[in-house]
């Protein structure tokens, strides 16, 4: 299994990025996948998910600025971010969950930079 995830880099504040992470190995249909991220001294926080039937939640934090989507055809889930802020600064992970078996897989992340 694995979750190569990209399209990380640096941007200004008020800029946009477009992650995407595709997955092999797994039936991608079956699975939900989520985006999180992981700031300097933080613990990892849920940014947001999509559903195996296309349901999407999102933290409070990027209501608004965040877009999750999946392509089942490229097995692929993406992470459309705008009007990006400082706070934002991140590596960021994608996971995928079983709906079966619920075991989660996770990528080696892609780092985010929100700067001036």
């Known amino acids: 299994v694995q979750l190569e995830e990209s399209g990380g880099g640096l941007v200004q504040p008020g800029g946009s990025l477009r992650l995407s992470c595709a997955a092999s190995g797994i039936i991608f249909r079956m699975h939900d996948m989520y985006w999180s991220r992981q700031a300097p001294g933080k613990q990892r926080e849920l940014v947001a998910g999509?559903?195996?039937?296309?349901?999407?939640n999102y933290a409070d934090f990027v209501k608004g600025r965040f877009t999750i989507a999946r392509d089942n055809g490229k097995n692929t889930v993406y992470l459309q971010m705008n009007s990006l802020k400082p706070e934002d600064t991140a590596v960021y992970y994608c996971?995928?969950?079983?709906?079966?078996?619920?075991?989660?897989?996770w990528g080696q992340g892609t780092q985010v930079t929100v700067s001036p």
């Open positions: 999509i559903t195996t039937d296309g349901s999407t």
């Open positions: 996971n995928s969950r079983s709906t079966v078996t619920q075991r989660d897989y």
